[in-house]
């Protein structure tokens, strides 16, 4: 495994690319993780509560409210990264039973030996592949799925089928919820296809994002929330209004507008997420 130690940042090869380490100069203690140029995490080492980047406060916010403030979870995340959820999740819900699935073993050693998370017993990090994760898990085992799997800027096309979605819902208790980080761009063929996707297992569903990306003006990333119940809509509304950077939440007869007929995705057919546009990530958060 290459390395090489700058006086700001730590580069390093790891399975899937070349990973950065590169200390945020507006917060001591704060690194982002990029992996090929593509900012992947961000850690607050002093302050776990700290997110930086909008769509995981949108996942944290949705985490949040699936049940009472402070009740523990059972969660599985599959993507692991700078393990940033993992570590909200260890001081908003104490006593959480947390599995991270992460294909990329030698990063997620670099993460251990640079980026500490606090021990936890509870907190079990394995380098497995998602899929592989999710069918060798039981039935009804997990309150919360969270899916911010990339490769190469992408979502690999074996995490983007009904198949795959109906491993998620297998897993999850019959009132959990499944979240899922989905980055595309215009015409957002990949995002309408994934909803309707996820849909056949899990009906009710929501869509938090930036109003530009819901419209298909850019590229960017958007929050899905799906379960077999309603999801807390009216909340996840106000948070994501009253964010620093305000996103909107489409669901009901919008979101059916939204996915606007787009096919359902099979594992015959799947493939990879919309690659970001050139040079999106040269400006770095």
Not at 200 to 208: K, Y
Request: net charge neutral; proline share 9%.
């Amino acid at each position: 495994m290459g390395r090489r130690r700058g006086a700001d940042r730590e580069v390093t090869q790891v399975d899937t690319g070349q990973a950065e380490l590169v200390p945020d100069p507006d917060r001591p203690g704060s690194w982002t993780l990029l992996l090929d140029g593509a900012p992947q995490s961000h850690v607050d080492l002093t302050d776990p509560g700290h997110l930086e980047f909008e769509y995981v406060r949108r996942l944290a916010a949705a985490i949040d409210l699936v049940a009472p403030a402070g009740a523990p979870l059972r969660v599985l995340h599959l993507g692991g990264g700078a393990l940033t959820l993992p570590r909200y999740v260890q001081v908003t819900r104490p006593g959480s039973t947390q599995r991270v699935s992460e294909v990329d073993g030698a990063l997620v050693e670099l993460v251990r030996r640079e980026l500490p998370w606090p021990a936890d017993p509870r907190l079990r990090v394995r380098v497995a592949d998602a899929r592989a994760t999710l069918t060798s898990s039981r039935d009804g085992s997990y309150d919360v799925v969270v899916a911010d799997v990339f490769a190469g800027a992408r979502t690999p096309a074996h995490l983007t089928s009904a198949e795959y979605a109906a491993e998620v819902a297998r897993v999850l208790r019959s009132d959990g919820c499944y979240l899922a980080n989905i980055a595309d761009g215009p015409p957002l063929r990949h995002a309408r296809g994934q909803v309707a996707t996820v849909r056949t297992v899990l009906p009710r569903a929501c869509v938090v994002g930036d109003a530009a990306v819901l419209r298909g003006r850019r590229y960017g990333n958007l929050v899905l929330v799906a379960s077999r119940v309603e999801p807390p809509v009216p909340e996840l509304t106000r948070r994501a209004a009253g964010d620093w950077f305000p996103g909107r939440v489409l669901s009901g007869a919008e979101l059916d507008r939204f996915v606007g007929g787009a096919p359902v995705v099979h594992d015959a057919d799947a493939t990879d997420s919309t690659p970001p546009p050139p040079g999106i990530f040269s400006v770095r958060r």
